[in-house]
């Protein structure tokens, strides 16, 4: 079962604004990745973290491994449209089990 | 090169019945893996293969199974279908199964009636 609390479950932004959400665990994870999923297509890879206190960028994209290991968010600056779609975390256990997050669903206001 | 394909892209079936989905991997890639997706649970992992072999399985019951061919293919089958079975079904493939260098397919979305 689902391992990872990822919030918000979904959010309207305006375009511009900067975006927030973030997953949390019981568990301690080695890797924390973040996705993003469009209509009718599988999860892309965005960001991947592999060490605690990580912070990595990619573009307007910003996510951080958190210190616990048992948490991790992803920051998207300045919205725009094609930001829309579903996002979601995934951690990687010892065991090498990969668990996800619901998702957060991102509707962009132009 | 062509990316991760799965067919076939919709499905419907009904209960009691049996499905296999399948999955054509990236050239040159050697582990498949299989997720269910679904609006309350998100992603969750079924199994992969790697070279033929299942290396790793999920928490499924066994009416879930699945297998690869020498070329790297894969195909999953669920039988006596549940209408809880009604999801998107991904696979994803790898050199290696390193999890960061997954591409995913559009996923089977089977609904069962």
């Known amino acids: 079962g689902q391992q990872l609390n990822q919030s918000p479950q979904s959010m309207f932004i305006q375009e511009g604004e900067d975006v927030s959400m973030n997953c949390t665990s019981s568990s301690i994870f080695n890797t924390w990745l973040w996705y993003k999923q469009e209509p009718g297509e599988g999860p892309v890879l965005l960001i991947a973290l592999y060490k605690a206190g990580e912070l990595t960028s990619n573009g307007r994209l910003t996510a951080q491994f958190g210190i616990t290991r048992k948490d991790s968010f992803l920051n998207i600056s300045a919205s725009i449209p094609s930001d829309v779609g579903i996002y979601f975390c995934?951690?990687?256990?010892?065991?090498?089990?990969?668990?996800f997050g619901a998702g957060t669903t991102v509707t962009v206001r132009a | 090169k062509a990316g991760v394909t799965q067919t076939p892209r919709y499905l419907i079936k009904t209960r009691g019945q049996q499905v296999t989905l399948s999955c054509s991997p990236i050239s040159g890639h050697r582990s498949v893996s299989w997720y269910q997706q679904t609006p309350g649970q998100g992603l969750q992992f079924l199994f992969e293969?790697?070279?033929?072999?299942?290396?790793n399985k999920g928490n499924f019951p066994g009416r879930f199974s699945g297998r690869q061919f020498s070329n790297s293919r894969s195909e999953m089958n669920v039988s006596t279908l549940e209408l809880g079975d009604s999801a998107l079904y991904l696979c994803?493939?790898?050199?290696?199964?390193?999890?960061?260098?997954?591409?995913f397919g559009p996923g089977t979305r089977l609904t069962v009636l």
């Open positions: 293969y790697f070279s033929e072999t299942q290396r």
């Open positions: 995934a951690g990687l256990r010892n065991d090498y089990k990969l668990s």
């Open positions: 994803a493939s790898s050199l290696s199964g390193t999890v960061n260098e997954q591409f």
